[in-house]
DNA sequence: AGGCAGTACTG
DNA sequence: CAGTAC
DNA sequence: GCCT
């Protein structure tokens, strides 16, 4: 019995293996499988957690180190550059050796690294920084900039011909800096970028300055200042595969990715049904990513060598054996096991479509009782945003997976009225849009949500004089714009910082990673997921240092602004996360914080579960359970 | 007709 | 436990 | 509401 499950189990992973061959290096797919072997250990250690680690696991203990082995430790995060391209990382460490090719630019970088132990370089030595300002710095960016000397920062006191890189202030425009540069000074050839290059490439390797979100408020780009950035390119070429994260997801818009079976690929992104803004996303980024991804693929050989070392193909057999043997577990049935779905967003013609299906969802969502059929809202419009045409008729759209006899000629007539009468009525229908509104607070879902309608309440403020409310739902009502507001990348970057950066303090071991959207490469994220994690330690050990001392210290530095849920301990469970809100210093938008406390053995699991996104994170729970096993968060 | 992911936290 | 959130 |  044990030994078929365990074999079950191996199949399933081969599976996941086979998946490395359909998935892109990127998103969600390479996060399973990176994390898989840190996954296939131990599905029972819940109820043993705090025992030792048997020796079957060992590989799972080891497996985020084998992951990071092929690069340098980057101090600030040091988890950070392993597993966002697990895949690579992963067929690196089977293969048991750096690619030839990155070797030699790892050589390159030896003398430094004995020269500062335990550090890894990120900036080669030719670069020389001015930041600006450089007096009257918050401790946050002092320590930024101390972390930023650690990794082989120069730094300049002053502007003079040695300054290759003006690092301003993400908050300054181009302007204000150059009024603290000497009058004569005319920093051609300079490059010219904002704090968040730096933050960013701390944390993942050197970033190419040349992107949009490292120009300095106010500068055009193309302007003399703005260096062009083949010269940051040349000392680190490779940097970005070691990232652990998905580049955002826009650049690959111009690549065609055939699909296995013409069907579309997977799902939509939570965010995209959740939220239309996203679709507006950075068009004008677009073409400079996309370049910047060609440019990456060329220069860095090292990913070919991954590609010839693709162990996926090993499975093959397997894969056929079971498929045959398992003939209604049709490929083309789990979105997870499709490759990740480009070219969605801003060019999808079907946006009017697919916005108009969320909106029914959403309504269907605010009633408890519509859950299935706000399901398959959700579901129809993510099947639509994979479309690359327009779905014009009922017949066209009858025909993807997901869409029905009820949703098709819902299409149909969004595409030729341009709008949908359901859905008209329902907001027109005051009591309907304001169950919808009520249920958008954090903290309000349907069936609280139809018990203030019914109880008359129309607005928010109605519900403010509410002394009914939870400590949660005032803080949702207070903070609804707030909650609602996309998190912009570099910002999610800054929370995190300052995470570490009190995690750094308490436990240098401790390593967190930023999961969610974020690392699946959205330009932005609706919420902040910080997982922390050691090695070696149980939830218990995680839970204690992160509630008695880093929450505590982050409360009193004011970043951390509201406990949501902390969970508490009982007999057999220690409390796994902690939610609640953060503030930037100086700023005053809240923002969702979840700190997930993971065992070190489950971080694989824990990876692939707050990597998601949903719609995939469910189809591999449900693939998983058709084979007769269990996904979850701490493993399988 | 029955399933649709599986778990944690609050009150 | 129901409701809510992830 | 969709799929099996």
Redesign the pocket.
Known sequence: MASQRRKAREEFFDRLDQLDDLSDSETQLDTSSGAKDALRPDSTRRSTRSKSVKPSLQKAASSPQVLTAPVPPVTLLPAASAPGRPTASLKRARSDAVPPSSKLKRNAKRKQETVVPAQALIFPPEMCFLFVPNRGLTSLQQSQIDEAEKHGARLAAEFSKNVTHIVVDSNWTLSQALEELPDKCHPTGITMVNWTWVVESLLYGLRDSDQHRFRVKGATGTTSLHQTSSTDKRPAPSTDHDLMVAEPKQRNVGQTTPQKNGRAASEADPELSRNETDKNAQTDDQDELDLLQKEMDKNDPAIEDLMEHDPSSKFEGNYVIEQSSNG?L?HG?FSCMNKNERNRSSSNPNQVTIRLLNQMAEIYDAN?ADQ??A???K??ASALARQKELVATEEQAAKI????????PKIEEIVTKGRLARLDEANNDPLHKTRVLF?R?????????AAWVAAGYTTLDDLKRYVGL???QRI?IEHFDDFETRIPRAEVVQHGLIVDHALKQTDQELKMYIG?SFRRGSPDSG?I?ILITKEGAGMEQIQTVVMDTLIPQLKQQGFIVAE?????WTDK?T???W?GASVLPGQSIWR?L?ILFVPWEELGAALIYWTGN?FF??SL??L??RKKM?????GL
């Not at 997976?401 to 098709?408: D, E, Q, Y």
């Not at 607070?441 to 949500?449: F, K």
Request: hydrophobic share 30%; glycine share 14%; proline share 3%.
């Open positions: 209604n049709e049935s408890t299935w059929r399901r398959a809202f579901q129809a997976r997901g869409i029905g006899a009820s949703i098709a249920s607070v954090y903290g309000v879902g349907g069936a609280q949500a939870t400590p949660n949702g969610g919420d997921d949501l849920a902390s969970g508490h469970e409390p796994s996360k939610m969702r979840d949903d994170n469910r729970r449900l998983a359970s269990r996904l979850n968060q701490h």
